[in-house]
């Protein structure tokens, strides 16, 4: 069974810094990976997915994110986060292997910016 | 672009009373899903449907859970009896095939007094 540790619950940050969100799976099967953002009030919004080839991923808002299989993470990053960017953002992870397969999310990561 | 639609987007409901949720999954999609997200927690997943049955579901899809496609375009979760802790946040998605990504509706938040 595959399982998703995302280890910061909140990320604190100021506008324009960069910022690293962690996200590490457990799965002894081969892998699609996912991060989602939820706005207050809002469903879950795709930022971007890893299904198989690069490994460097481009999400939109300027979002991207890199599969490291023998570290088992995918972890997500940005050059300079917007105010507009706090949100809550799920790391999430489904058998590759398999049809209709469901997503099993982390735990989340609240970013917050502030000014 | 197309949606995944949720109705009513708030249902307050009393404790033993039977609710019915209803999604409009985007309309060319083919796996259909209901996870919930309890207030402060993570997004659960409930339950997967595919090709008119259930496909997959989690622990937390006991007997008191249901989910039907009666008409080819509705996608519901009904829950028989409702209980306290079945206040949360409930969110239908759909997919057009096994690689693409998830489409998320804005969820149905369930008050359980």
């Known amino acids: 069974a595959q399982s998703v540790t995302q280890l910061d619950s909140q990320v604190p940050v100021f506008e324009e810094a960069p910022v690293e969100l962690r996200c590490n799976y457990s799965?002894?099967?081969?892998?699609?990976l996912f991060w989602y953002v939820q706005y207050p009030n809002q469903g879950l919004q795709l930022l971007l997915k890893?299904?198989?080839?690069?490994?460097l991923v481009k999400g939109i808002n300027g979002f991207e994110a890199e599969f490291n299989k023998s570290q088992t993470s995918f972890h997500l990053r940005k050059p300079s986060v917007h105010i507009s960017d706090t949100a809550e953002y799920f790391c999430?992870?489904?058998?590759?292997?398999?049809?209709?397969?469901?997503?099993?999310f982390g735990k989340g990561t609240t970013l917050s910016v502030s000014s | 672009e197309p949606e995944v639609t949720q109705t009513p987007s708030h249902q307050v409901t009393q404790m033993g009373q039977e609710v019915i949720l209803r999604c409009v999954p985007i309309?060319?999609?083919?796996?259909f899903y209901w996870y919930r997200q309890i207030l402060g927690q993570k997004v659960e997943f409930l339950v997967s449907?595919?090709?008119?049955?259930?496909?997959?579901k989690s622990e937390i899809f006991d007997d008191q859970f249901s989910v039907e496609r009666p008409d080819g375009s509705n996608f519901t979760l009904k829950i028989r009896s409702t209980k306290l802790e079945d206040s949360a946040m409930y969110f239908c998605?759909?997919?057009?095939?096994?690689?693409?990504?998830?489409?998320f509706g804005n969820g149905t938040r369930l008050t359980v007094t």
């Open positions: 309309s060319n999609h083919l796996y």
């Open positions: 890893y299904l198989s080839g690069s490994t």
């Open positions: 999430a992870v489904s058998d590759g292997g398999q049809a209709g397969t469901a997503l099993i």
């Open positions: 449907f595919y090709n008119n049955e259930i496909s997959e």
């Open positions: 998605a759909s997919r057009r095939e096994k690689t693409s990504p998830l489409h």
């Open positions: 799965s002894s099967v081969s892998v699609y």
